[in-house]
């Protein structure tokens, strides 16, 4: 047998094929199956979920429990004690997990508010399926609103608040969402998301981020782009907003790393040139 952690224990030709995240939901599959009436909560469901967040909680394990019972007390499970209403725990395979809704209420306490932002907008981004196994969001600004209006005197209600009040619908990555942040700290006017070169055809490309008027794109362009077959699409994208009147301005990974200092500049001159 090897051990998952947690006291979690898997044979060991089971154990050794399964990734970090899988062997954080068989760790949470185990303490929620000894200790009925808890769930997996907080940033677990966020990681089981794909969700973006910060390398310091990725394989955080958090259980919660009713609050009128005690809270779980094993190593390597950050507990906690909870008042859910009807409708806020779900159950994912054999997992009991928190709501999306209740998720992202309880990251508020573990999570910068930036942070918190980019998880709010993955959770209401609208999916592509043809690369995704999905076809709805995971939430919804109305509903996370509702949510916290559930819960007003909740630890985290105030970061969780602030936060909702910055998610949008349409950043595909938490780049682009760091990137529109950086774009409206220094100043700039709030880019529209997900902008089609032509909105009379509905295939039209899009960009990330955009300045209508102006008719300047912003692309921020993770490392999936560096395929060639990618290469070639995004080239093509240009070519069409190009042709139609339009700036492209293109991002990387480096200009994320530098917190997008240079592509507020780039920006800022490009709408006074336009």
């Excluded at 009713?66 to 390597?76: K, N």
């Excluded at 209420?105 to 592509?128: F, K, Q, S, Y």
């Excluded at 760091?178 to 100043?187: D, F, K, N």
């Amino acid at each position: 047998m090897t051990p998952l952690g947690s006291g979690v224990f898997l044979l060991r030709h089971t154990a050794d094929g399964l990734n970090p995240r899988e062997r954080l939901r068989m760790r949470a599959l185990g303490v929620t199956a000894d200790h009925p009436g808890s769930w997996a909560s907080h940033t677990t469901v966020a990681q089981l979920l794909r969700l973006p967040l910060p390398r310091r909680v990725e394989m955080d394990l958090h259980i919660s429990t009713p609050r009128d019972t005690a809270p779980v007390r094993r190593e390597g499970v950050r507990p906690h004690r909870a008042t859910v209403h009807p409708g806020e725990l779900r159950t994912v395979g054999q997992l009991p997990v928190s709501s999306a809704e209740q998720m992202f209420l309880e990251c508020a306490t573990v999570l910068r508010v930036d942070e918190l932002i980019a998880l709010g907008d993955a959770l209401v981004r609208r999916p592509r399926p043809h690369y995704e196994s999905r076809r709805s969001p995971y939430s919804s600004i109305e509903a996370l609103a509702a949510s916290l209006d559930a819960h007003r005197n909740v630890h985290g209600h105030p970061v969780a608040s602030a936060a909702l009040n910055q998610v949008r619908v349409g950043a595909d990555s938490a780049p682009e969402t760091r990137m529109r942040l950086a774009l409206i700290r220094a100043g700039l006017p709030e880019p529209e998301l997900q902008v089609p070169a032509d909105p009379q055809n509905p295939r039209s490309p899009q960009a990330d981020a955009a300045y209508v008027r102006q008719k300047l794109a912003l692309q921020y362009d993770g490392r999936v782009h560096f395929d060639v077959d990618r290469a070639k699409q995004d080239r093509r994208v240009d070519r069409h907003f190009s042709s139609r009147g339009w700036t492209v301005l293109r991002y990387y990974d480096e200009d994320a790393r530098e917190g997008f200092r240079r592509t507020t500049l780039e920006v800022r001159r490009a709408l006074e040139a336009r």
